[in-house]
């Protein structure tokens, strides 16, 4: 072989490697490239994220781009196996933090285009045991305005995050609000599927409990019993035994006896010994419901249950049976089996029942009557006395002389808390008459002794009580100084007021619930309520200007996104879009974080689910808010 053919076979074997080593630097070169590029884009990414996060978004989604270009297209270059990597660093963050931008600033742009975005994308801030509520209290919003495309998106996000989820206490907890969120729409199927997969005890019997209470028995497209009775062996003995109480009312109610019937025909498993009183009382309840139908015979048979565990509750129960015989027409009944009774106090305080409910069935000689059979001091007697002077509306002398014969009784019961209760059953016989000075005095009666009593829940109760009889003698006066009573400091108290709001506007008195609002710890909440009960009664001038006189900015903020729903159907689009702006405006005075975020949210689904639009005006205050969270 000469020189020439000898050089050309060389070349010719050497040239695979040449050619495989130049084309390895290719890739390398071009891998280090794009790599560059998407550390630019990261750096770009980052200088955007607070002056325009849409623009941010951009940047790491192309970034991300050129990361799956390396790994795809240049697998077998050192580079891309460092890339794969979520842990390695690109500029100062990694490639994973890099990829978790990409859908976050993803669901950040669009929340600045639509506010059912921006309200998903503000759920997603919350903590993940929020998420859920927060949630399904956006779904029933969106259902109530006729939204079921996004009512059904919202309560998937719910599911999925239930089924994908690895704690089961969180998981059976969002079970059991979904299961509550379709029955409170009646939703029956949906309800049950979701129900299925509590595994909770105790969250299952509330689930089942809340569908019955929402009416699944008596609904038409419902009410399929043996649905609901294979649960039953899943829930502890007291609650089985309340779930068949509210099933027997429905099915005896609906004219289904007979489903009813059997499900009384079962043996009945005793509790432990801790909750024997929590079983007595679901015996008590299923005993009145089985009465209230005229199941009499099935009452005695549930009352003979009670009789085995205590023998006072058997006879409280026995005494209700009586009365409840009584209102149905069977007054002989009843009273053969008041008599009957070995202990004299129910024997007197079952006779002082069903003289009550023979008045009402106009059988007045036979109540008194009835009444003489019982000793004056037995306390009872003057409550009927009381109770039958308010139902005789048409024979004044017969009333005015049952009012005699009690009045100098009240002084000489022992309990303040019953005899201010008294003086106020005395009020009630003199407002009926319209005779005003007479029920003032007997009030005032009622505050006297209202001052002797020292339970603060009993004197709280108490007081909202006396209030509403004030308001009732048109005495705001009287009513605002009765409510320095109030133990604000009690729990108690805070349930009161709300009832009492709407008491007072259902009388017309709106000068009295601002003033009560003002005497509270939390007087921009309840001005928030008082605005929402003027809303449910249809009353829409009145709550905006309260709303703009909130000084608290979170509660002015949510009494403003309140009133846009209501703005939008009664007076017009542009009154609510222009109070939408405001709620946002508001919004940016909020100094606690937490506490801006969650007005935020009840903003924007209450303009998502209004229909108002992110427009130009709206959209600049959206923007400047959401860079004030972490994102």
Same mark, same amino acid.
């Given at each position: 072989m000469n020189i020439r053919s000898l050089l050309i076979t060389v070349i010719l074997l050497s040239m695979p490697v040449f050619l495989v080593q130049c084309g390895k630097g290719d890739a390398d070169r071009e891998a280090n490239r794009l790599f560059v590029e998407a550390y630019r884009l990261t750096e770009s990414g980052q200088q955007s994220e607070a002056r325009d996060p849409v623009e941010a978004y951009s940047y790491y989604r192309q970034a991300v781009e050129k990361i799956d270009n390396i790994i795809d297209n240049y697998p077998d270059t050192p580079l891309a196996v460092d890339v794969a990597q979520r842990r390695t660093r690109i500029g100062d963050i990694t490639i994973g933090q890099l990829r978790d931008k990409v859908p976050r600033f993803s669901a950040l742009a669009r929340a600045m285009d639509d506010f059912h975005e921006l309200t998903i994308y503000l759920i997603q801030l919350e903590d993940e045991q929020d998420r859920g509520l927060l949630h399904l209290s956006y779904a029933r919003l969106l259902y109530e305005h006729g939204q079921e495309e996004r009512h059904e998106e919202v309560v998937s996000k719910v599911l999925r995050q239930a089924d994908r989820h690895w704690d089961r206490e969180l998981i059976d907890r969002l079970y059991l609000e979904l299961s509550m969120h379709f029955s409170n729409i009646s939703r029956w199927e949906r309800s049950l599927e979701v129900l299925d997969r509590i595994q909770d005890q105790q969250l299952l019997y509330e689930a089942l409990y809340h569908l019955i209470a929402d009416g699944y028995m008596r609904a038409a497209d419902g009410g399929r019993l043996g649905r609901i009775t294979t649960y039953l062996d899943y829930v502890d003995p007291v609650s089985r035994l309340a779930l068949i109480d509210r099933i027997c009312d429905d099915l005896l109610a609906t004219g289904n006896r007979p489903q009813a019937v059997s499900l009384l025909q079962e043996d009945f498993h005793e509790p432990s010994e801790n909750r024997a009183l929590e079983y007595i @009382?679901?015996?008590?309840?299923?005993?009145?419901?089985?009465?209230? %139908?005229?199941?009499? @015979?099935?009452?005695?048979?549930?009352? $003979?249950?009670?009789? $085995?565990? #205590?023998? /006072?509750?058997? #006879?409280?129960?026995? *005494?209700?049976?009586?009365?409840?015989?009584?209102? %149905? +027409?069977?007054?002989?009944?009843?009273? &053969?089996?008041? +008599? &009957?009774? @070995?202990?004299?106090?129910? *024997? %007197?305080?079952?006779?002082a029942a069903i003289a009550v409910e023979l008045v009402r069935q106009d059988s007045l000689s036979m109540a008194f009557s009835l009444m003489d059979r019982i000793p004056d001091t037995v306390t009872e007697k003057t409550q009927s006395l009381l109770e039958i002077a308010l139902l005789i509306e048409d024979n004044q002398e017969i009333s005015d002389s049952l009012l005699q014969v009690a009045l100098p009784r009240i002084s000489d019961i022992s309990s303040p808390l019953l005899r201010s209760n008294f003086q106020i059953s005395v009020a009630d016989v003199h407002i009926q008459r319209d005779r005003r000075s007479q029920a003032a005095e007997a009030m005032e009666q009622a505050e006297a002794y209202a001052s002797e009593v020292s &339970?603060?829940? /009993?004197? /709280?109760?108490?007081?909202?009580?006396?209030? $509403? *009889?004030?308001?009732?003698? +048109?005495?705001? @006066? *009287?009513?605002?100084?009765?409510a320095a009573w109030y133990r604000m400091d009690h729990p108690s108290f805070e349930r009161q007021i709300p009832g009492l709001y709407d008491y007072a506007i259902s009388r017309g008195f709106h000068d009295f619930a601002r003033t009560l609002a003002g005497m509270t710890d939390q007087r921009a909440y309840y001005r928030y309520m008082l605005i929402s009960a003027y809303l449910d009664r249809g009353l829409i001038s009145q709550p905006m200007e309260h709303a703009y006189e909130i000084r608290n900015y979170y509660w002015r903020t949510r009494a403003q996104a309140l009133l846009i729903a209501d703005l939008k159907n009664k007076v017009n689009l542009a009154t609510a879009e222009r109070v939408s702006t405001d709620a946002l405006l508001t919004m940016q005075r909020i100094r606690d974080r937490s506490d801006k975020q969650r007005a935020f949210f009840h903003a924007a689904s209450m303009m998502s689910a209004a229909g108002i639009s992110m427009d130009r005006e709206r959209r600049p205050i959206v923007i400047e808010l959401l860079g004030q969270f972490d994102i």
């Open positions: @009382d679901v015996l008590s309840r299923l005993s009145m419901t089985l009465a209230n %139908h005229g199941e009499y @015979d099935y009452s005695r048979i549930i009352i $003979k249950q009670i009789e $085995k565990i #205590d023998s /006072n509750y058997y #006879d409280f129960a026995r *005494r209700e049976l009586a009365t409840v015989i009584a209102r %149905h +027409g069977e007054p002989g009944a009843a009273v &053969d089996m008041a +008599g &009957d009774f @070995d202990r004299e106090y129910f *024997r %007197h305080t079952a006779f &339970d603060a829940e /009993n004197i /709280n109760q108490l007081i909202t009580t006396i209030i $509403k *009889r004030w308001v009732a003698l +048109g005495r705001p @006066d *009287r009513a605002l100084d009765i």
